[in-house]
């Protein structure tokens, strides 16, 4: 997983990025976060955000590789058939606690 400063205003952290490059991860409106493997193919994502508001904001990035949902903190990512990549770029901050990709 990378986070890229993308078209955000903020660098990836924040402006205490020792605090914001923690537990909760902060992660900022127009930062984009890249799953991405090699010598495989993504099969499925999910991702624990801090609670359901963030989740939300996560799951309404702009997608690219597979497209997400929210359910309480959580959020499952369905990705397209055959993705070694998968990415979003956020339109609001969320704060990630765990992500888990499985690979095939």
Known sequence: MTID???STLDVGGA????YLGNPLRVYAGQKITFAVTGGTIT???ITCFNATYATALA???WTGGSASASSADVTVTVSAGTT???????AQTRLTAANVTIA
């Not at 990549?85 to 339109?91: G, I, P």
Request: glycine share 10%; proline share 0%.
């Open 16 to 19: 205490d990025s020792a605090t």
């Open 44 to 46: 499925s994502i999910a």
């Open 85 to 91: 990549q998968v990415s979003v770029v956020l339109a």
């Open 5 to 7: 400063k993308n078209t």
């Open 60 to 62: 309404g990035g702009t």
